[in-house]
């Protein structure tokens, strides 16, 4: 008998997932102690329509849930009692990260100059503001690269869910004042990337190791709720 195959989709805080079921089909729970684990069927669609309807549950958990550790697309178990040993094995770091995430969202920006050379050592100050939403440096992911259409930055930024707003604004005021830059902003998203750990595997059931998503989206520019002109 084929051994039956579960998606593995995100991790909540115990007993604030189990509405999602009515919401999202042949989706279920599994618990362990504080945790539990969001689970579906393998093979609900495949390519694009396997990504979209892992984004659409891990967004709608996070619509239902305080606090939401979301999973990298493609991780597949082949039990219920697999699922349990893994949540058992890395209950402590996915406690830790649940109670991290509670009431906070990640918001993102992208900023592009419109023309070469941009000025780099000027955008600090600029985002001053977007940084006070999310004031503690563990609470934000910031870049600057060279791309082939020029300088490019990208910000991550881990916020309370009363400040989605805020940040809106701000980026709006950044806008206003900062016409030299093209800017995209995105979210609220489940915290990918401020959950850039290692699985570690059921010593019972695993043989490899699984990794969370750090900064991997599934659908990066199809989840956008807003967005100002993209860079």
């Not at 991790?11 to 009515?22: D, I, K, N, P, S």
């Not at 669609?45 to 709608?60: E, K, P, Y």
């Not at 881990?158 to 709006?172: G, K, M, N, T």
Request: hydrophobic fraction near 40%; glycine fraction near 10%.
């Amino acid at each position: 008998m084929t051994p039956r195959r579960i998606a593995l989709h995100a991790a909540a805080t115990a007993g604030e997932a189990y509405a999602l079921g009515a919401r999202a089909r042949g989706v279920t729970c599994v618990a362990c102690g504080p945790v539990e684990a969001i689970v579906g069927r393998w093979g609900a669609g495949t390519g694009v329509r396997a990504a979209l309807r892992h984004d659409r549950i891990v967004r709608q958990a996070l619509e239902i849930c305080a606090s939401v550790v979301p999973f990298r697309l493609g991780v597949e178990l082949t039990s219920e009692a697999e699922v349990h040993g893994l949540l058992e094995a890395n209950l402590e770091t996915l406690t830790h990260h649940l109670a991290m995430l509670r009431g906070r969202v990640e918001m993102g920006l992208k900023a592009r100059w419109a023309r070469e050379p941009g000025d780099p050592a000027g955008l600090s100050p600029l985002l001053e503001h977007l940084r006070s939403l999310a004031p503690r440096s563990e609470d934000r992911r910031e870049r600057l690269g060279r791309t082939s259409a020029g300088l490019l930055f990208e910000g991550s930024y881990l916020v309370p869910r009363r400040a989605v707003d805020p940040f809106w604004s701000a980026v709006e005021e950044l806008r206003r004042t900062s016409p030299e830059l093209r800017l995209l902003g995105s979210g609220p998203w489940a915290a990918y990337s401020f959950c850039d750990f290692a699985l570690q595997p059921s010593p019972a059931e695993l043989t490899t190791t699984l990794r969370a998503p750090g900064g991997d989206r599934c659908i990066p520019f199809e989840r956008s709720k807003r967005s100002s002109t993209a860079p």
